[in-house]
């Protein structure tokens, strides 16, 4: 009776870990599969992003000259030279540009220029030229030169209040070997071994190879045109984890199957507690020690046991290789974000070319600030400097750029820029402690600042800190209006502000760290 018990206790031993390991394979497949589809559209997102902002930035540049009085009383006038010199061939000849061809016609056709750096295609069979030219409307499209996708801004000429519509200005921007290599550093370059555009899709559907590789067209259009971003991606660290994990779990049910054949072999009282010893070693590395190891029986009456025990441990240090392996990817990831912050602040710098210095600038002061009063976040206060201003992207470059003061209705345009920015990275986790800043970084400590009013300690800290940092650079920079302040000055009408527009125990730490570092400079300049 005992040996037929013991046999059935084998046999469903055995298929009991054969449907496990059959469970465990299906799992893994469906997870790999669920992954594969959230990748592509994560990437997606990422490249329907990078097209927007470079549209964005195509519209501005082209608002900055089609909507402008001057502009357009010259096209009438057929002023090659006069358009050339301060509307539009300028635009093809400057790389900070980035355009590559611009295009004007007066409302009769009889008056075209056409300027350009290395392609060409035909503007006049464009849908936008033609919105621009009969319909005096604007739009953006797609289009393909035989190589590389083009992206097309087109707009009529307009007066100052962006009436009166005439003739018509389009400007492109190719994508090409540098716009892709961007593109490939905003969808982490790391996983992808070759990025490529075409008129048609190379892989009509998700092709997944494996645990870790993954090959997909991703569709991107405007005004109804469509081409595709290929992307072949090796995700190293995915294929290790499903490997080890499958590893793991062969060896966790043979040694259990082999525990559980002594167990009706050996002495039953001994073998349990051993087993027990093993369940809360196989307990803590669950719980995140992976460090732990169990100490094998030296009696040698039960070498099962001691194999259970070796297979664990041979787990648990499997496992730990494969989280420091994670933390390395993570390190390379962090450093992929910070490539992503940098690419954003360039994005700035395109519209307004003096906030890229000024924001790094007022990030070193931020920090000095936040070090000297013991801030605990101090990697979100850097991200918060730096990108403090990044709503300007929303501004028209003839507002920032203006040379004269501001109008009152182009001063209220300006003060949009922290909502603006607020509203850029508002619902990405990475900005979730930073947009607060970004958003109250011009309110006032009297609560006469803006966007809402706050006042005293109802500014978050971060942005009390950031306030500071930024008026005492700006100051001291050289504007379009103007020429910088001596530090000294400046300083003096931050300590003039103190308790009206700042936080006066944070002025009273700024001033204490400016001059150790106008102390340690004089000193230098003596040796």
Known sequence: MYKKIRRLLIILAILGIALMILGITFTNDFSWKKYAVNYKFEKQEQIEYYIERNIEDLSVILESSAEWTAARD?????DSDWLY???????ADTTSFNIDQVYTSNEEGDFKRNYMREIFIDIEDL???KKAIYDDEKSVELAWDGIYPVLVAAS????NSVENPTGCMVITRVIKEEEIKDLKRVL?????EEIFISKNPLYKELVTDGFGEIKVSIPFGLGGKYLYVNIDAKIDYLTDMFKVQGRVLIYILSVVAIAFIAILFKNTKVLVRKIIVVIEAVEKISAGNYHIKIEEDKSKMLPEVNILIASVNKMSSEVEGHIQTIEEYSKDMSQKYVEMIELLVRTVELNDSYTYQHSFSVSDHALMIGRAIGFDDLENLELAAKLHDVGKIAISTGILNKPGKLTEDEYKIIKTHSQEGYNLVDGIDVFAKAKEAILYHHERYDGKGYPVGLKGNEIPLMAQIISIADVYDALTSNRSYRKAMECEKAINIIKKDAGTAFNPELVEVFIKE???QIKEKHNKEEV
Do not use: H
């Open 85 to 91: 010199e301060n509307a539009t061939g300028y635009l």
């Open 156 to 159: 009529p000429f307009y007066d």
């Open 127 to 129: 849908n936008s030229y």
């Open 74 to 78: 010259r096209i009438l006038m057929k």
């Open 514 to 516: 400016m001059q150790k």
């Open 188 to 192: 982490v370059s790391s996983e992808i």
